[in-house]
């Protein structure tokens, strides 16, 4: 009862005391597109910015209404598994993700490509200054029809038989620093067959959240994909996946991209408390929680190198901290769990 009262008392002074959240999240959102359509490229551009994210394009027309594209190319179409039309070709749904819709239920979305002979890889140079926390990531409607199919190119996904292991298809994160070379990676499952218990095969379909704490240094982040199923030209497995909400930090603990960590960063944990969002997490684990409030705890006052810093109200302050205070009670003397979505 203790740690309930305490939390309650903290989260009613963060609820008076919260105003608009400002964390630095790249959601795509701020390109245009008309509905159900895509961008791959076709202008020549070599590039598009998005919240400040620099992500790569390489398009080429070869004429005859043949074209190709590899980086990054942005999407809103809403095509799933279950909605997909299977007497057409499955390469038809590259430019869907399977979660039928942004994360969150958001518009738009990014869409990743790695082709084996043609560079580059996708690639994203973060904002100046900024940090990576998480990313939300999942299949494009391609990958999940041709691993549940399988296809003219693709084997349909099993588990083990025998001395035959089983299937995967496996997503890294790279981190790069300044001059481009790699600090690190974080590898993510988008299928999975290896276990001996059909019951624990998957293939992703939903918004899933990856950790990028580990590559808190990077100055940019590079993707690239493989598989069980190769051939004699590479990966057999269609090489794209989709990606969403990509959270950014100035500082460790910093929610509101102000380049300090201090009372006003408060408020995204009180907006979002126990939500699955990118708002409101400074640890990466893709939860609001009392984890985040010793994040903040831990880094109070901190500030990235240079930042120009307002000081928050001496009233609005003392309020802040003692939210900090309340929740950071509650933390302790209870452990934050939480169902999280699972694959």
Do not use: C
């Amino acid at each position: 009862m203790r740690d309930r009262n305490a939390l309650h008392l903290g989260l009613m002074v963060l609820a008076f005391y919260a105003g608009t959240a400002r964390a630095q999240i790249v959601n795509f959102d701020d390109l245009p597109l008309a509905p159900n359509t895509f961008y791959e490229g076709a202008d020549n551009a070599g590039q598009f910015v998005s919240d400040g994210a620099t992500f790569n394009n390489s398009f080429t027309d070869y004429g005859g209404g043949v074209t190709s594209w590899e980086g990054w190319a942005y999407s809103d179409q809403t095509t799933t598994l279950a909605t997909a039309d299977l007497s057409v070709p499955d390469y038809q749904y590259q430019f869907s993700a399977a979660a039928g819709a942004g994360s969150g239920g958001s518009a738009n979305y990014g869409i990743g490509f790695t082709n084996t002979f043609v560079l580059p890889a996708p690639i994203v140079q973060l904002p100046a200054d900024s940090h990576p926390l998480s990313l939300q990531v999942t299949n494009t409607t391609y990958d999940v029809l041709s691993m549940f199919y399988g296809d003219d190119f693709s084997k349909k996904f099993s588990g083990p038989v025998g001395s035959t292991p089983g299937d995967w298809f496996k997503l890294t994160i790279t981190g790069l620093n300044a001059g481009s070379q790699p600090i690190g990676s974080v590898d993510f499952y988008l299928a999975d067959f290896r276990s001996a218990d059909p019951a624990k095969d998957y293939i992703v379909n939903s918004w899933q959240n990856v950790n990028l704490t580990s590559l808190y240094n990077a100055t940019a982040l590079s993707f690239s994909l493989s598989s069980s199923d190769n051939g004699d030209f590479g990966m057999n497995t269609p090489a794209y996946f989709a990606a969403d909400d990509l959270s950014l930090t100035k500082v460790r603990g910093d929610t509101n991209n102000d380049g300090v960590v201090n009372g006003l960063d408060l408020n995204a944990i009180a907006q979002n408390w126990l939500k699955f969002s990118p708002a409101g997490d400074t640890n990466g684990d893709g939860i609001v929680n009392g984890l985040d409030v010793n994040q903040i705890a831990s880094h109070w006052l901190d500030k990235a190198s240079g930042t120009p810093v307002a000081t928050p109200e001496p009233a609005a302050l003392s309020l802040a901290v003692l939210g900090l205070v309340s929740l950071a009670m509650a933390t302790k003397l209870r452990p934050w769990t939480a169902n999280r979505p699972t694959p």
